[in-house]
């Protein structure tokens, strides 16, 4: 029931059933690679922060397919700039280029802040976009990468020899060699680096672990520590960007003088809306380690997903969605906290990324009390429910959450009871 991206899943019995549903669950489960976890449910549509299932129950989505769809369902910008290119080009081949392809990477750049200098490496998803970031560490001719531990990049080979999840990484070894996992210490980051480290990467909230926030001032330390060691700081705004936190990009919240701003950036999930995307934004220095025909895709670049990129992240600047964000996930953050829950013992995370701590480990549980009342959440590990809802919400849909995640914590809360008072 945990997130698939970078939750182990857990095992447990399917959750909403129906004839359609269960159906389709049967079918999907003979076909399915093992690797895939039971699906809780089988969608059919959706509209705004709304997904119906095949049988015809109504959910609201406050996961948005893990901070991806920043735009909700449906959204009539992104349906329009899909149907819109799909009539004009599809695919071309990196033999060539696009208005939409160099539009989307003028638009990442102004976004990210990242100036004048900066390069664009459009990529298909993140772990994508996470291996043309390492393949430019390399180019540094520095062999060491430092990571953080519980830090979650993507499950391609290079991705993951990055993830600081020693569970994901152990049947897949021997790892792609390089790359040292730190406690997220500066004192650990300090001892580390030296003149035989390439980059440092790290996320701003490391959302698969459950919406954990560095700790306040480590990311501008890290800024100044990997300057003073002429190593690339990277950073992981895959879950984090598109304006989900309530700034652009996570990392504007506390590196805010241009010559602060990270080497590289990498982003995908939510700049796509749903739609497949991802990239690595670089500046500087960094900008200039590829050289011609060291790295490329056949998809990265393609007109269609950069078309729809390049609208959704129009559609979240013309409505002002990034502001929203971070009103509605204080008013999500102190609705959530003034419900009083036993089970609630503090919520982390900024804007519209939440995790919210839980006293035992029931995180599934919660999930399945909330699917079963038709809300979406996600158990990021047994512990920590992840809050992820499209950024078009509104102070209605917050309240709405509130009314059925207070009863499905209710509901999980009286089953603890009875198991302590038998
Ligand atoms: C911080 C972070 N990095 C990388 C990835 C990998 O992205 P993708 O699943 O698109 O390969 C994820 C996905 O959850 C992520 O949250």
Redesign the pocket.
């Known amino acids: 029931m945990s997130?698939s991206?970078?939750g182990v899943p857990q095992a447990g019995g399917p959750i909403i059933s129906g004839p359609e549903t269960d159906a389709l669950r049967d079918r999907f489960a003979r076909v399915a690679m093992r690797s895939a976890p039971s699906p809780q449910a089988v969608l059919a549509h959706g509209e705004g922060a709304r997904v119906w299932d095949v049988d015809g129950a109504e959910y609201l989505d406050f996961l948005a397919g893990?901070?991806v769809n920043a735009l909700g369902h449906a959204h009539p910008a992104l349906v329009e700039a899909l149907s819109a290119q799909a009539h004009r080009l599809v695919h071309v081949s990196n033999y060539f280029t696009t208005p939409q392809a160099v539009s989307f990477a003028e638009r990442l750049i102004r976004l990210t802040g990242m100036g004048e200098t900066a390069r664009v490496y459009p990529a298909n998803?993140?772990?994508?976009?996470?291996e043309a970031a390492l393949k430019l560490a390399r180019r540094t001719g520095r062999p060491r990468i430092l990571a953080f531990e519980q830090?979650?990049?993507?499950?391609?080979m290079g991705?993951l020899a990055l993830t600081g999840k020693p569970a994901l990484r152990a049947p897949f070894e021997p790892m792609v060699p390089g790359v040292e996992h730190l406690p997220t210490e500066l004192e650990a980051l300090a001892a580390a680096l030296g003149p035989d480290v390439a980059a440092v990467i790290l996320?701003p909230i490391?959302?698969?672990a459950g919406v954990v926030p560095l700790p306040p001032g480590f990311l501008a330390e890290a800024r100044r520590l990997t300057r003073a060691h002429g190593a690339l700081l990277i950073v992981?705004?895959?879950?984090?960007g598109a304006g989900r936190t309530g700034d652009w990009f996570a990392f504007q919240h506390e590196l805010s003088d241009p010559d602060d701003l990270p080497d590289a950036v990498?982003v995908?999930?939510g700049i796509g809306g749903g739609v497949?995307v991802?990239a690595l934004v670089t500046r500087g220095a960094a900008s200039e380690l590829f050289t011609l025909g060291q790295h490329g895709s056949t998809f990265g670049g393609n007109p269609l997903a950069t078309g729809v990129a390049d609208a959704v992240l129009a559609e979240i600047e013309r409505a002002g969605l990034v502001d929203a964000a971070r009103a509605l996930g204080e008013k999500l953050r102190s609705g959530i906290l003034a419900l009083d829950a036993p089970l609630v013992t503090e919520v982390r995370g900024r804007g519209l990324l939440l995790g919210v701590g839980l006293a035992a480990p029931v995180a599934p549980a919660v999930v399945a009390a909330a699917l079963e009342r038709g809300l979406i959440i996600n158990a990021a590990n047994d512990e920590s429910i992840r809050l992820a809802p499209p950024l078009i919400i509104d102070a209605d849909d917050v309240d709405r959450f509130l009314t059925l995640f207070a009863a499905a914590l209710a509901a999980v809360g009286s089953t603890l009871d009875r198991t302590e008072s038998a």
């Open positions: 997130g991206a970078g893990i901070a998803s993140g772990a994508e976009a996470i830090g979650f990049h993507g499950r391609t991705a996320e490391k959302g698969e992981d705004e895959i879950q984090t990498v995908a999930k497949p991802g």
